[in-house]
């Protein structure tokens, strides 16, 4: 694999199986609940003086959201605060089904003398989808080619997805006026280039779902890449001190379901039973992306 970027390695293994092997499968049957949407913001406050990240700043706006039946999307402005500096960024957040998970990477810059103010950005998202394949799994392919996970069965199916949460950011493009002084300009070119605005930070993580009996399921990692472009501006005189462009990537994975079409009189979302004898095991993944 080259990095831990847009190519995320998806490994799904799903088991279906049960605990309860002293009960008819009748008395099994039931109705799960998916677990709710949960949206985390990683803040990260740099001081532009030291370029040290700053661990005890007033972070709000930041709290989790924890969405019952999915969340709509939409803006959320987080806002850091120290000693009298302050600075806001307004991230906009995407839809989010029950059951997912995402991490929003967000870098908030503290300064006395200037202010850093966003004039544009481009997002880009990326999706790659698993697709199981080992022996005695089941898969199917839809009519554009891409893959489910098959549960052509009454039990539900409970799915482990190995995945990359890609947390890095880049800074490109910084140019900085001439009638600066050498003292400021120094500081701001050791900001851009510090380690604080230019990381991979991205870890293996496992996602969990549960899917319904007769059904097709995936899980769809999506990382969303915005390039940023800042405006450096001073605080005292509002004048513009210089530009840059600073490149964040966020993950966010989430299940997705639908009736498996050769048993689609048989499927109702998030019903199924659990089997009382256990066996039924499936696994392996590979990626497909759109």
């Not at 709509?72 to 302050?86: F, L, Q, R, Y």
């Not at 990477?105 to 790659?128: G, R």
């Not at 993950?251 to 019903?271: C, G, L, M, R, W």
Request: net charge negative; hydrophobic share 35%; with cysteine.
């Amino acid at each position: 694999m080259n990095g831990l970027g847009a190519k995320l390695a998806l490994a799904v293994v799903a088991l279906v199986g049960g605990m309860f092997a002293s009960c008819s499968q009748e008395d099994l049957s039931t109705t799960f609940k998916p677990a709710p949407a949960v949206i985390d913001f990683n803040v990260k406050v740099v001081d532009a003086l030291t370029t040290n990240v700053i661990t005890d700043a007033t972070v709000t706006g930041a709290e989790t959201i924890t969405a019952e039946a999915g969340y709509a999307g939409g803006p959320v402005t987080i806002t850091a605060t120290k000693n009298g500096a302050s600075a806001s960024e307004t991230v906009q957040v995407n839809p989010l089904k029950a059951g997912g998970k995402a991490i929003y990477n967000v870098t908030l810059i503290l300064s006395d003398d200037f202010e850093f103010v966003k004039v544009s950005e481009t997002t880009t998202p990326s999706v790659a989808y698993s697709l199981p394949y080992a022996h005695g799994s089941s898969h199917a392919f839809d009519h554009s080619g891409s893959g489910w996970f098959e549960n052509p069965t009454e039990f539900i199916a409970d799915i482990t997805v190995d995945y990359v949460n890609v947390d890095k950011a880049e800074t490109t493009g910084f140019t900085l006026a001439n009638w600066l002084s050498e003292t400021q300009q120094e500081g701001l070119t050791v900001l851009f280039e510090s380690k604080a605005l230019n990381y991979d930070k991205s870890e293996a993580k496992k996602f969990e779902y549960q899917a319904s009996a007769w059904s097709w399921s995936r899980a769809a990692a999506t990382t969303t890449t915005v390039e940023a472009l800042y405006n450096i501006v001073t605080k005292v005189s509002g004048e513009k001190a210089g530009e840059y462009t600073i490149t964040t990537t966020s993950t966010a994975i989430e299940p997705e379901e639908k009736a498996d079409p050769n048993h689609a009189s048989h499927y109702v979302a998030h019903q199924g039973t659990h089997d009382a004898h256990g066996g039924h095991n499936y696994g392996g993944g590979i990626v497909t992306e759109d």
